[in-house]
């Protein structure tokens, strides 16, 4: 196995050269002979860098593992094989009144996987991450053993797991809570901001009397409309429906194009005809759950409007104290180097912690920006992006990051070594591999100096 089957999501890095199938690793993991180094678990592809790949020997595939084990319909808890879609729960508790209560910006991540990177979504300011409402999970390691992980069952592999990345073993299965709606749909409104400013005054408000908060910045307006956006608000309707919609779509992009199409012409365009679609009435409006939550998801393989070459997506978080300077000069950056975004969101942390060991969200405001990849340009930017980030106190997100370097990794995550300390010898990831084991190696070099 191998190929495209098993590449990532931005399509700047190879995709995986060795894949083995799920039952495959789980046997040789259990008899004890998997080689160091030598495993990954591999979701659905849906992150944007590295940390689902392993150069150095071999992604396993878990999408085979989908069944759905059990649901309380009184409590919401549902357990559920690792491979198991988002869209998949979604569909199974739908029909009961539940929902997930974390939902990532796509519903084709599997469980594992939400697990693995602690994903975020629109309500991280009353829900936390996805890792708040993980009950238990099961965890095959190299030593043979399948480990029960919660809050006080090995609750150290627990806590490491969840944001882990994949290195502490292979989630084989796990329970997580889902919240209880009145209803699917979404009652969303769209609020216009004329520059940050504006945004900063709002943002806070809007997530006090709101379930879910995010805006959309134009990042290519310039002069009086720099910085101008939507800030959109939404709360689950009281009376809407309780089917969930068909997971995917007819509409698809069949082949990759030799060439990157969201050039500056059609992102100016298509920015300004944004903006004017969805800001037409300052009233609030019953839509879809699809439409709120996972609008890219209308398009299959989007991503390869790109072209060959892909694309890298930089989010960092920042403190909120820095937030006001940090964001329009992030953005202001960018624009400077002529380079524009095609989605370009801002949203508010909140203090809810999750149980991670190492986990992205934390207070503060997160930008998110994706940029054709253009080669050395585009990496310089990114290089200077992750360097005003960390002087702002902030983090950068390693699995939407395919080149981010040692140092940067360890300012946003300076328990790191906790974690290593914690992984299995016999998983890595490439982004493991040129971040942490580099500072790894790094240490060790120094002490033997001393």
């Known amino acids: 196995m191998g190929g495209e089957r098993f590449g990532s999501f931005g399509l700047a890095t190879p995709p995986a050269r060795q894949a083995i199938a799920a039952e495959d690793a789980i046997a040789l993991l259990k008899i004890g002979a998997a080689k160091p180094g030598s495993l990954l678990g591999y979701g659905n592809g849906r992150s944007y860098g590295d940390s689902c790949q392993n150069d150095a020997g071999m992604v396993i595939d878990m999408r085979p593992l989908n069944r759905i084990r059990a649901f309380n319909a009184e409590t919401g808890v549902i357990e559920a094989d690792a491979g198991v879609l988002l869209s998949d729960i979604i569909s199974h508790a739908a029909p009961f009144g539940f929902f997930p209560a974390v939902v990532p910006g796509t519903q084709f991540v ?8 602690d994903v975020h979504g629109k309500n991280h300011h009353r829900r936390g991450t996805f890792g708040c409402h993980v009950e238990a999970f099961m965890l095959l390691r190299s030593d043979g053993k399948t480990y029960r992980c919660s809050e006080t069952d090995n609750a150290r592999l627990f806590r490491a797991t969840i944001g882990g990345m994949g290195l502490t073993g292979l989630i084989l299965s796990a329970s997580i809570r889902l919240m209880r709606v009145p209803s699917l749909d979404i009652v969303e409104k769209a609020t216009r901001f004329s ?10 408000a809007a997530d006090q009397a709101n379930e879910y908060a995010v805006a959309w910045i134009d990042q290519l307006a310039g002069g009086h409309g720099r910085g101008r956006g939507l800030l959109f608000t939404g709360n689950h309707a009281e009376h809407g429906s309780h089917a969930a919609a068909r997971a995917g779509s007819r509409l698809a992009v069949p082949a990759q194009p030799p060439f990157n199409v969201l050039n500056r012409p059609f992102l100016t365009v298509f920015n300004a005809a944004y903006r004017w679609k969805k800001a037409r009435s300052a009233a609030p409006r019953q839509t879809g759950y699809q439409g709120f939550f996972f609008p890219l998801d209308g398009v ?5 409007f790109y072209g060959p070459r892909g694309l890298f997506q930089h989010q960092s978080v920042v403190p909120e104290a820095a937030a006001r300077r940090a964001i329009p000069a992030l953005l202001e950056a960018a624009r400077q180097a002529g380079q524009g975004s ?9 203090g809810v912690r999750s149980p991670a060991l190492l986990s992205f969200p934390r207070p503060g405001y997160t930008l998110t920006l994706d940029f054709p990849n253009r080669g050395e340009r585009t990496l310089r930017l990114l290089a200077e992006l992750d360097r005003m980030t960390v002087d702002a106190g902030g983090a950068v997100n390693p ?7 040692a140092e940067t990794f360890a300012a946003s995550f300076p328990e790191w070594q906790r974690l290593e300390a914690l992984r299995d010898p016999a998983f890595l990831s490439s ?10 190696a790094r240490r060790g070099t120094a002490e033997a100096a001393e």
């Open 195 to 204: 520059d940050l400013g504006e945004f900063f005054e709002l943002a806070e």
């Open 431 to 440: 982004f493991w591999a040129r971040t942490a084991k580099k500072l790894d």
């Open 300 to 304: 299959r393989d989007w991503n390869r």
């Open 399 to 405: 699995y939407k990051d395919a080149r981010m370097g």
């Open 342 to 350: 095609f989605l370009t969101v801002l949203k508010r942390f909140g």
């Open 110 to 117: 599997t469980l594992g996987g939400a697990i693995a990177n």
